[in-house]
C-alpha cells in the first residue's frame, strides 16, 4: 500500500508561483514513476505533468509546458510540482499520483495510488 499526501497549496496571483510537494510512503518509492494530475470544478481530471522513476524521463500537457516543472528526490521521497506564470485557468484541485507499472503516463487510468489533493486558486 502506498500513501500520498501532496501539500504547497493556496491562493496566488496571477503571474506568481507556487510549489507542490507530493510525500510518498514505501520503502520502495525510488522505483515508482510518479504524476501530477488537476481537476477544476466541473471539469474531468486532467494530466499535468509525470516524471519516471528515475527522474530521467519527463512529460508535461501542453497548457502547463514551459511553466511547470516536475522533480523528485528519492531519497527524502518527495515529487515536487514547480508551477511559475500561474493562471486563473490553473485553479484546480492538484492530485499526486503512482504507478505500479513501468514508464510514465499521462491518463489517470494508469495510475494505482492517488493522494487526497491540495487546492490551488489563481487569482486574476
Known amino acids: 500500500q502506498v500513501q500520498l499526501v501532496e501539500s504547497g497549496g493556496g491562493l496566488v496571483q496571477a503571474g506568481g508561483s507556487l510549489r507542490l510537494s507530493c510525500a510518498a510512503s514505501g520503502r520502495t518509492f525510488s522505483t515508482y514513476n510518479m504524476g501530477w494530475f488537476r481537476q477544476a470544478p466541473g471539469k474531468e481530471r486532467e494530466f499535468v505533468a509525470a516524471?519516471?522513476?528515475?527522474?530521467?524521463?519527463?512529460s508535461y500537457a501542453d497548457s502547463v509546458k514551459g511553466r511547470f516543472t516536475i522533480s523528485r528526490d528519492n531519497a527524502k521521497k518527495t515529487v515536487y510540482l514547480q508551477m511559475n506564470s500561474l493562471q486563473p485557468e490553473d485553479t484546480a484541485v492538484y492530485y499526486c499520483a503512482t504507478r505500479r507499472a513501468s514508464g510514465i503516463a499521462i491518463t489517470s487510468q494508469g495510475y494505482d495510488y492517488w493522494g487526497q489533493g491540495t487546492q490551488v486558486t489563481v487569482s486574476s
Open positions: 516524471i519516471s522513476w528515475s527522474g530521467s524521463s519527463t
